[in-house]
Structures are given as C-alpha cells and as structure tokens.
C-alpha cells in the first residue's frame, strides 16, 4: 500500500528561526513530489514539485530536497515569519498519463510565534 | 483560489438528507477532483473526473455520486447523508506541466 509519513506532526518556532520538515514515502511507481502550504480555512497551495532526477528546489526561503534512493524528501523554511504559520502537506504521485494517484500526508502542523 | 470556485463554503445539514456540493473552474481543465479531509488522514480521493460525463470512483467512493455535465462544473453528492460523512471537501483542478493540483477552498459540511 502507498504511504506518506510526515514528521514532525507538529512544531514551534520562534520568528526568524529556520526549520526543517520531513517526508518519508512508499509509492510504487514514484513520479513526482509536491509540498504544499495550507493555511487555516483554505485549500492546499503547491510550494514545488520535484521529479525522480531532481534533488534540490527552491521557492523563495522554502527548498525542498529529494532522496529518491531512501524514499525521504525535507522541506526546509529559512528565517521563518509569522505568515508560514500552516499546515505543510507532503503528497507523492505515482500517477501515469494524467490519472490520478496522489498520496497525502497527515502534514505537518507549523506555527512560528513572536 | 485563482480559477476554481467551491459553493457552498459552510452547510450544516440532517442526517438521511441529500447534498449537493459544486465546484466551478475558469481554466477549461479536463481533470477535476473531489477529496475529503479528516483530521489524522491525508486527503482522500473521492471520485474523479477526466472530461464532460467521464468519472471515476476514489478510495472513499461509497455514498458519494458525482456528476459532470459541462467541463467547467463537477457536482459531488451526498445520496443519504451520514454523521460519517461529516469532513471537509476540497475539489482540486489539474494543469499543466510543474502547475500541478490547484485546490478550491474546501467546504466544511455538518452532518448532525
């Protein structure tokens, strides 16, 4: 069966600090890898996608990593701010040819305080 | 979120009633979705569609229908409303290439 684990489920941090969350997966066939952001009240919104070839990606002060031989990808957030207070959901697709076969994740719940 | 639409946003309903949740896009995307979410669970695929009458059942299918009649609409229903079905429902569009899954808003729905 396809899995994502998250880690950790939940994390605080103080303003400015930097932070790394992780994301182990059993999908079969692996795809790609996204990391989304969800704030309170809303939908998931993509922060990157990674490929089987690609190992770094960044998005402003997220970037993500990618070990396609140990199944594990990080999302690390640099000098972190209020607004990265969310959810952060990490989702494989084993998908082929547009058909849908996304694994979420539980997420993991961020908040950075003051 | 840009080009996808959710209505209603909140619905408190009864148990053994029907519901009807819409989801609208303006991207004339042909794969539209519908997920739940429940704390301690990642979102779970409902039912999907890949163009005008063309669906398929998702790992959490029963109880659900849907139907999709112009590209731009997918409807979810809820046949006979449970307290199970008590959840938050995100339908999701698919683009193009690194643009991925958009997501709508979610609607919150109650099942008391």
């Known amino acids: 069966k396809n899995q994502v684990e998250q880690s950790p489920q939940s994390l605080i941090i103080l303003e400015g600090k930097n932070c790394t969350l992780q994301c182990n997966y059993t999908v079969s066939p692996f795809s790609n890898l996204r990391w989304y952001k969800q704030d309170t009240g809303r939908g998931p919104v993509s922060l990157t996608i990674m490929t089987f070839s690609e190992n770094t990606k960044s998005n402003g002060r997220y970037t993500a990593t990618l070990d396609a031989d140990t199944k594990q990808s990080s999302l690390h957030i640099t000098a972190s701010q209020l607004s990265d207070s969310a959810s952060y959901i990490c989702v494989v697709s084993a998908e082929k040819g547009g058909g849908n076969k996304l694994t979420f994740g539980t997420g993991t719940q961020l908040k950075v305080e003051l | 979120d840009a080009g996808i639409t959710q209505s209603p946003r909140h619905k408190v309903t009864e148990t053994g009633t029907p519901v009807t949740l819409r989801c609208h896009q303006t991207e004339n995307h042909r794969y539209m979705y519908w997920y739940r979410q429940d704390p301690g669970h990642g979102l779970r695929l409902i039912h999907y569609s890949y163009g005008v009458k063309d669906t398929d059942k998702g790992e959490v299918s029963d109880g659900y229908s849907v139907s999709r009649s112009k590209t731009e609409d997918f409807l979810l229903t809820l046949e006979s409303a449970t307290s199970s079905q008590t959840s938050v429902y995100f339908c999701?569009?698919?683009?193009?290439?690194?643009?991925?899954?958009?997501f709508g808003s979610g609607t919150r729905l109650t099942v008391v």
């Open positions: 999701a569009i698919k683009g193009v290439g690194e643009v991925g899954y958009t």
